[in-house]
């Protein structure tokens, strides 16, 4: 069963060649997620995953990670929290600096946006270098969260961002 939707939502993952810049093969999932069938399957990979671990919120990153993120929470019956790119977010914020492929970048979260000792699963698309998800792992940390795993639709694994979220555990559903 879970063999059999991971199959399809594979197939709905269209891959585009040089976007945003030459050489990079971007996963793009927005098939998926219009095609309600697949949209499902792949919340329910999540749901899955989630169930039993006694989550307090779900953490999703700008922007996809919103897309699945939130529904997850949503069906969970648990709160949700946004971690934005720089500038986004309104109230008092932690910071939290990461390296892009040139430079570098910022991630925010609100500083109430979780009590400490709160149970919480990191949720978003996709796990590439890891550079994005280890600076939301630092800001969860930073105002006392309990992260308990990082969850991914996909994973590019020949670029082991896993390792840069050691010792987080890592579950992705999607593999290349
Ligand atoms: P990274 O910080 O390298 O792990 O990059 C992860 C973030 O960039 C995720 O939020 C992804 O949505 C996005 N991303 C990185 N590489 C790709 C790719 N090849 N295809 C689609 N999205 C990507």
Redesign the pocket.
């Known amino acids: 069963m879970m063999a059999d939707s991971v199959d399809k939502l594979r197939a709905g993952v269209r891959d585009v060649s040089d976007f945003p810049k030459k050489g ?4 793009d999932i927005t098939p998926i997620l219009s095609d309600h069938a697949l949209f499902r399957a792949s919340i329910d990979l999540f749901l899955d995953q989630c169930r039993g671990k006694n989550i307090d919120k779900i953490v999703g ?1 700008d922007a ?2 919103f897309l699945f993120g939130s529904t997850v929470a949503y069906e969970l019956g648990v709160g949700f929290v946004p971690i934005r790119k720089r500038g986004k977010l309104p109230y008092k914020t932690e910071i939290a600096k ?1 390296s892009l492929e040139y430079g570098e970048a910022e991630m925010e979260m609100h500083v109430d946006a979780m009590m400490p000792g709160e149970r919480i699963v990191l949720v ?10 280890a600076a939301a792992t630092a800001l969860i940390r930073k105002v006392g969260g309990q992260l308990l795993e990082a969850q991914f639709l996909i994973e ?1 694994e020949f ?1 082991h ?1 896993r390792k840069q979220l050691e010792p987080t555990p890592v579950v992705s559903f999607l593999k290349y």
């Open positions: 990079i093969v971007f996963k990153i996809r990670g990461y978003d698309d996709l796990l590439a270098t890891g550079g994005t998800s590019l670029l961002g």
